[in-house]
């Protein structure tokens, strides 16, 4: 990770001038769905996103039995799918299942290659999401932490297998990219790359929408 520091931390800096951001409107299923399912990504709009979308800022991250907050929905919102066929130079949006279970909202993105997994889990508070955080850290196989700049001044881990982890506020933000190739589209960007940028794009959103 120290190797690409420099870079990461413009592109995260960057995504931060994003403006708009937007929550995934429709059914959530209530199948449940561990939070670091695997993943696929695209990226250049493009007409038909599944379940629809609409412009407004997110609700105060909490806990909540009756389904996700507005904030947590955005993982499966217009910027993370324009970021993602952008990457990837796709030709139309991929196909998206949305689960809600055990205060984690998963957003599952179904690519040729395989999927792409974005998950938020809702701790409740900032205390209880870091203990998750820190819990999820330890039992991770090769995570490296995110630091420097790159991390946006969030604690923040990779894995080897292709993952980034997030925590914010309540949240614990996971972009699993494990079930995709090593590299993918027309620039061969690795999976653990295309993570960090989607993780950068979401986190951009909350903190324009706090």
């Known amino acids: 990770m120290n190797n690409r520091a420099p870079l990461l931390a413009t592109l995260a800096l960057s995504s931060l001038l994003l403006s708009g951001c937007a929550a995934a409107v429709g059914s959530v299923g209530t199948v449940p769905t561990p939070p670091s399912g695997a993943a696929s990504a695209a990226s250049s709009p493009s007409a038909g ?33 324009d970021r993602l066929t952008s990457i990837l130079d796709l030709r139309q949006d991929p196909h998206t299942v949305n689960t809600w279970a055990d205060s984690t909202f998963t957003c599952t ?17 900032k205390v209880a999401a870091l203990k998750y955080f820190n ?5 991770a196989t090769d995570a490296k932490a995110i630091g420097g700049l790159a991390n946006l001044g969030f604690p923040a881990y990779e894995t080897a297998d292709g993952s980034a982890v997030f925590q914010k506020d309540s949240f614990v933000l996971q972009v699993d990219a494990s079930d995709l190739p090593e590299n993918m589209g027309p620039d061969g960007i690795t999976r653990n790359a295309l993570a960090y940028q989607l993780s950068t794009t979401i986190l951009a959103c909350w903190v324009e929408h706090p």
């Open 49 to 81: 996103h599944n379940g629809g979308h609409h412009d407004g800022g997110a609700s105060s991250p909490r806990a909540s039995t009756d389904g996700p907050t507005e904030a947590a929905k955005m993982v499966c919102g217009d910027q993370p799918m």
């Open 109 to 125: 993105y179904h690519l040729d290659e395989g999927d792409l997994a974005i998950s938020v889990q809702d701790a409740g508070t």
């Open 135 to 139: 819990a999820k850290q330890a039992l």
